[in-house]
């Protein structure tokens, strides 16, 4: 077997999932940990506009954030060696699937709808989540892109009830049995 720990460490990293998933947690751990850049495609689309995600929701509804965020996607996959926490919405549209998936290795951060609902319970910075029923919510989000989630991924973790650190050392194991080489074919 060919020695993997080399292209673990050049090998970008994109991690997608639902809100409450843990991604910005778990790649900060995880770039940190493999002393690589991290990158919030969620924080470089604020800090790039000079305003809040809830901010552009209002202002231009999802559909302009979700260009931003195409734009966003395209910019930060094309950089070698990185840890990407992307938006939980980021796999909506297929180019963003498309370069996720040919750029690096994807790994479906998977929790349930209990532990999202724990986890975002208090945020007033979700904008999809500001309603009478959040729960609802989170419910139809979950149909809707739970199957996009499963079909852009390379790897897919569970990160309910375990330690941020114990999922990241999971990460970490999983990439290195898995046969990087056939990535960009797929």
Same mark, same amino acid.
């Given at each position: ?58 202002? &231009?509804? !999802? ?9 966003? %996607? $395209? ?7 990185? @840890? ?15 370069h996720l998936r040919e750029r690096g290795v994807v790994i479906f951060l998977r929790t ?8 975002t319970r208090k945020d007033r910075h979700r904008p999809l989540l500001q309603t009478a029923d959040p ?8 149909? &809707?892109? !739970? ?9 897919? %973790? $569970? ?7 114990? @999922? ?19």
């Amino acid at each position: 077997m060919p020695d993997v720990q080399p292209r673990l460490t050049t090998q970008s990293i994109f991690l997608i999932g639902p809100m409450g998933a843990g991604k910005s947690t778990l790649g900060r751990l995880l770039a940190a940990d493999l002393k690589r850049p991290f990158y919030d495609s969620d924080l470089v689309i604020e800090e790039r506009c000079g305003a809040s995600i809830p901010w552009i929701f209002d202002l &231009e509804g !999802e559909a302009g954030f979700r260009e931003r965020e195409a734009q966003m %996607i $395209d910019e930060l996959t094309q950089q070698e060696g990185i @840890v990407l926490a992307t938006g939980g919405g980021a796999i909506l549209r297929p180019e963003n699937r498309q370069h996720l998936r040919e750029r690096g290795v994807v790994i479906f951060l998977r929790t349930t709808l209990t532990q999202q609902l724990a986890r975002t319970r208090k945020d007033r910075h979700r904008p999809l989540l500001q309603t009478a029923d959040p729960k609802a919510k989170l419910a139809q989000l979950r149909e &809707e892109r !739970e199957p996009l989630y499963q079909a852009t991924a390379h790897l897919i %973790i $569970d990160t309910d009830q375990r330690p941020p650190r114990q @999922v990241m050392m999971d990460i970490k194991q999983r990439l290195l049995e898995l046969d990087l080489t056939t990535l960009g074919a797929q």
